[in-house]
């Protein structure tokens, strides 16, 4: 007898979200936003430059296949179920009622760090940005309050609204960093020539490939969020499969095609040490060399934007995850309800947004770096979160298709992907373990902050195993 998860196909009113809100543009744009390509390009490429030089499109090129096979087993689950819940479901009905609570707990924690760390990183930018065009040197803890009430009530009302300014923001980042690659395009690069030289096998698989695998997997992370949309999106059969597979896309494209620029535009002989002596901005000196001063600015003043539209994303996914375990009893019922006019999960958002209040508090009075501590610290767990998620979600599917006797079968997306993809995050998040301090950016009891996932893994396992969760149902639609 296994203890998997029977699957609850109705819900009443107020415990749905707002079904056909989205179709495949506005779930694309949602998760590409979300993932926030031009942050991530400024964020981390600079970080796998620094391990890998000219061979970095190459680590994004592994990288973005290495998602794109999680995907084929990913949607494989979400065609079969789709709910708010995401990654949870899809463990529960795998791995078990106990591996469920414990994939929810980790959840809780993976986006808790996740959301308030990333407005760490904005408050750090307002800041510099009015610092620098006004001359208001305004505490950081003031910016981040001040998004945080933005984005509570963004994410408190229908989810069209975030979608629609989402996507506005998205465009004018990718708008600006295609301005870039053109000019490096059409002066050839720093050699008049540009050169592949980097995707070359012998570099790519070089001393510095596993770290520099993981940063630029670090970069993808939010993707995974198109199967928590499934409740309000058209038909989650063909519009959440198409959706995640743009995005990946997108994203590959994108990042492949604009680090491979940066470092023609820089030289791929010189753009290792480059990125180590002067990782925070060489990027924007290349956009003044090859562009203009002018276009230094604008990459200031939307790279601001692009982490609003992150922090948004993540606080919208981080909701619906509050909204989904309220309304499975893993957490308190009341914030499994939707409002009654938005259909959205205004309850969560809510609780999402204090939680991040009390933890942004929490730094702000200790004195903490709104970057090296609250942003670092945080992102580092946050990041090892998802892979765990992605990991165990892998696994579950392989297992899940296994048992399920009605479930359509494909070798490719039941059991060859899902399995490639289940040992590929497997190694990335030992890697991201035994390289804890690198990532977060600190020595000490700093290095072992990854220790909270597991915690939360093992008192979900243990709450997981009482009686009163034997009915226990994550998902919400069939």
Same mark, same amino acid.
């Given at each position: ?34 993932? *926030? ?5 400024? *964020? ?8 890998? *030089? ?16 999680f995907a084929v087993g990913y949607l494989a689950m979400t065609r079969q179920m789709g709910s708010a819940s995401g990654f949870i479901s899809f463990i529960s009905q795998g791995l078990g009622r106990r591996a469920g609570v414990a994939a929810s707990y980790v959840t809780l924690i993976t986006y808790a760090t996740f ?151 820089? *030289? ?211």
């Amino acid at each position: 007898m296994t203890d998997s998860v029977t699957p609850r196909t109705t819900q009443s009113e107020d415990r749905r979200l707002r079904a056909g809100a989205m179709g495949t543009p506005g779930l694309t744009f949602a998760v590409v936003a979300m993932v *926030g390509p031009m942050a991530a390009l400024m *964020g981390a490429s600079p970080l796998v430059f620094m391990s890998s *030089g000219a061979s970095t499109p190459a680590i994004y090129l592994v990288s973005t296949l290495l998602v794109a096979v999680f995907a084929v087993g990913y949607l494989a689950m979400t065609r079969q179920m789709g709910s708010a819940s995401g990654f949870i479901s899809f463990i529960s009905q795998g791995l078990g009622r106990r591996a469920g609570v414990a994939a929810s707990y980790v959840t809780l924690i993976t986006y808790a760090t996740f959301v308030s760390g990333l407005y760490g990183i904005y408050a750090v930018f307002v800041q510099g940005a009015f610092v620098q065009f006004f001359g208001l040197d305004i505490h950081w803890a003031i910016w981040a309050l001040i998004l945080l009430a933005i984005n509570s009530v963004l994410s408190y009302n229908r989810v069209e609204f975030s979608v629609r300014l989402m996507g506005v923001l998205l465009i004018l980042a990718v708008v600006a960093i295609l301005v870039l690659d053109i000019a490096v395009i059409a002066r050839g690069g720093a050699d008049g020539v540009l050169s592949f030289e980097g995707f070359a096998p012998t570099a790519v698989f070089g001393a510095g490939f596993g770290l520099a695998a993981l940063f630029a997997l670090g970069s993808f992370g939010g993707v995974e969020a198109t199967a928590v949309f499934s409740e309000e999106v058209k038909d989650r059969r063909t519009t959440v499969p198409r959706a995640m597979y743009v995005s990946v896309l997108v994203l590959g494209i994108f990042y492949i095609g604009s680090t491979w620029l940066i470092a023609n535009a820089v *030289g791929n002989d010189s753009i290792l040490d480059v990125s180590n002596t002067d990782p925070t901005g060489f990027i924007f000196t290349v956009a003044g060399d090859y562009v203009g001063p002018l276009w230094v600015q604008v990459l200031n003043a939307l790279v601001v934007t692009s982490f609003f539209a992150v922090v948004l994303g993540f606080t919208n996914v981080a909701s619906r995850y509050v909204f989904a375990l309220g309304r499975a009893g893993i957490l308190p019922q009341i914030v499994g309800r939707s409002h009654p006019k938005h259909q959205s999960p205004h309850i969560g958002s809510i609780v999402v947004g204090i939680a991040a209040f009390v933890i942004i508090g929490i730094f702000a009075v200790a004195g903490a770096d709104p970057f090296a501590q609250l942003y670092t610290w945080l992102l580092a767990i946050g990041t090892v979160g998802v892979l765990v998620l992605m990991c165990a979600s892998s696994f579950a599917t392989v297992v899940y298709f296994r048992r399920a006797k009605d479930a359509p079968r494909s070798v490719w997306s039941t059991v060859i992907a899902p399995l490639t993809a289940g040992l590929g995050l497997a190694a990335a998040v030992i890697l991201a373990i035994t390289n804890f301090g690198l990532l977060a950016g600190g020595q000490g009891f700093v290095e072992w902050l990854w220790v909270l996932l597991l915690i939360a893994a093992v008192a979900g396992f243990i709450v997981g195993s009482l009686r009163r969760f034997r009915d226990l149902s994550f998902t919400g639609i069939d």
